[in-house]
Structures are given as C-alpha cells and as structure tokens.
C-alpha cells in the first residue's frame, strides 16, 4: 500500500508541472519580432558598409599598382649596362646619364612629372628618345589622370597613354620629391585618387624608393 501510494504522490506531482503559458508565449513573440527587425533594419547598412570596404580595397590595389610600375623604372634609372672587351677597353658606362628628371607639365603642380632612362637592352648605350626602342619613360599627372609614355623628351608633349580609366578612378595628386643623404639617392611617391562614382571613397598611397645607379 505504502509503494502505491508513493507512485500515486509521484503521478499527482508531474501533472502539476506545465509549459509555458498564453502570455509568456505572446511576450517571447514580441521579443522575437523586435529582434528580427532590428536585425533587418541593421542589413542594409551592414551591405553599404561592406560594399565601401571593398571598394576602398580596390581602390588602394589600383594606386599601388601604378605606384609599383614606377618605382621599377626609378630602381633601375642610370643603369648602363658595362663590360670589358677583349683588349680591356670599358664598353658601356653610366657617364652623361641623366638618370631621373623630376617636372611638371604646364598645368599640372610642380613635382608631379618623373622622366626615367636606363639601359633597357643591355647594350652599353640609351636609346634615342622617339625611336621604336627609346629607354626614356616618363610618369606624369594630368588632367585628374595618371599618364606614361616611352620616349619623352620632357613632361608635355602628345601620346602619353592614361594608366587609370579617368571615367573609374579620379587621380588628385601625384608628387615626386628627391632625397640624397651622401652618396645614396632616395625618391618618394604620394599618389592620392578616388572612385568617380563615389567621391567619397578616398585612398592615398605612398612609397621610398632607392635608386642606385645614379651618379
């Protein structure tokens, strides 16, 4: 009788127990549903804020890659390729070299222009500017758009191709400045642009540059 009467208590015991009533189950509605919009409010500007973060990305990938093309062309300014004959004659030296021109075009600002040449074929002499080998290369700011060209004899001048689609990307500063601390010839890049279709989304980039070959 005694063990009957415990199983009775314990039955009695677990059907007192219920879920959750009418109201709490409304309240955590309630709940759920503000969370839900909040977090439908928050997506949008979630995406534009990840969508900017993308671009900004681009946008300093692009600049750099122009910046990268010309601190090749300055590593290698004055390079004259030397050898020594057979009679021990010197062919090939980096005497008369102009090296790295810094200028301007006319309505550009100053120090936005850099005229490179080197020894490109290896053959102990530069190339003549305008010949279908010159190893003069030239970098220039022009008109918001970055600008090269093989075989400059200065910073104007037609035929100079645009490195930046300017319907793309706007370029608003370009600066070349020169260092020399003794015998070793430092040169540092600033390029700064934004996206045309989102003026907003700026991006400057910078590099130092050593070029050994000067004299």
């Not at 074929?121 to 190893?135: Q, R």
Request: glycine share 8%; proline share 3%; with cysteine.
């Amino acid at each position: 009788m005694l063990n009957y009467a415990r199983l009775n208590n314990g039955l009695n015991h677990g059907d007192s127990q219920r879920g959750f009533s009418l109201l709490e189950m409304l309240i955590a509605m309630v709940l759920s549903s503000v969370m839900m919009v909040s977090v439908a409010a928050m997506y949008p500007a979630l995406q534009h804020q990840s969508q900017s973060l993308y671009r900004l990305y681009r946008l300093e990938q692009s600049l750099r890659q122009v910046l990268r093309a010309i601190e090749k062309d300055i590593k290698r300014a004055g390079f004259y390729y030397s050898s020594v004959d057979r009679g021990g004659a010197q062919v090939g030296n980096n005497s008369g070299t102009k090296g790295i021109r810094i200028g301007a075009h006319p309505q550009s600002a100053n120090s936005s222009c850099v005229l490179v040449e080197y020894d490109l074929n290896h053959n102990g002499a530069i190339e003549p500017a305008g010949s279908d080998n010159a190893e003069q290369f030239g970098y220039r700011w022009l008109a918001d758009s970055m600008e090269q060209h093989r075989g400059p004899t200065d910073c104007s001048g037609v035929g100079w191709d645009k490195l930046l689609d300017p319907a793309e990307v706007v370029v608003t500063q370009f600066l070349v400045t020169r260092t020399d601390v003794g015998n070793q010839h430092y040169f540092t890049l600033t390029l700064e642009g934004y996206w045309n279709k989102w003026p907003q989304l700026k991006r400057r980039v910078s590099g130092r540059i050593s070029a050994k070959n000067l004299t």
